[in-house]
């Protein structure tokens, strides 16, 4: 049986025991207002299980793939994280804010007018390609001990080391002003908020993340994600299955 369990594998779920011990890597789709551990949370709720890890995190606000491991998949985590990702994006030109995307206030609001086609396209080729990426303040990267975002929800901004990164394509997918939807495919650590924010500086009317959609990891697709709805039905399924051979037990 493989231990990747998505929509077209759903059949082949294991039982609970083999779940805790051996282990599944679950490929789940996060709903908006979710924040990753609230999915791992559920399944280990609804599956009544010990071990239960993602490989990668998702904002709140964002959906799509996230990966759990069961059990002693646990173990195996870190061979998702350090896959490509690829996300669809929604960036909103004429915006600032203090972290890059729709959770804190405006900033600041510029017009956008002069925003053309051939530029937009110009100066995200611009952004294809290794680079440094300064990590956003409101982040969970660590300084002193704590996470980012505790210092930037107190006002503060500390300094950061940029990190590595590599965006390996951009696709515009539309361009409705001051609206412009993005496909783009990179490397592990790379946050969209803060490639989103330097696409906009680059403009220079600035821009915000208004919506984003992790759609893959590696070969791992997000058609293939079970949803929270799926993963409650498959537990009834499991369930009724439980109660059915109990009974047989009992009449036998």
Known sequence: MTSIIGRPQKDLLPDRKVMNEEGVDLLVDKPMGWTSFDVVGKVRSLFQLNKVGHAGTLDPKATG????????????????????????????????TASFDTETEVLTESDTSGVSLEGLRTVLNEFIGRQLQLPPMYSAVKHGGK???????????VARDPREIEVTAIELIAFRSPDIELR??????????????????????GAILSKLRRTGI????????????????????????????YDRSIRA
Request: charged share 25%.
């Open 147 to 157: 996470p980012l975002y505790e210092y930037a929800r107190k006002g503060k901004t």
């Open 65 to 96: 793939l996230l990966i759990l491991c069961t059990g002693k998949r646990t173990k195996s985590v870190d061979q998702f994280k350090n896959l490509e990702k690829e996300y669809v994006a929604t960036m909103t030109l004429g915006k600032t």
């Open 218 to 245: 590696g070969p791992y697709d997000v058609d293939d994600a079970l949803s929270i709805d799926e993963l409650v039905q498959l537990n009834h399924h499991q369930q009724a299955m439980m109660e059915a051979e």
């Open 184 to 205: 783009i495919q990179c490397s592990k650590g790379t946050y969209i908020r803060s490639l989103v924010h330097d696409i906009g500086q680059r403009l220079g009317c």
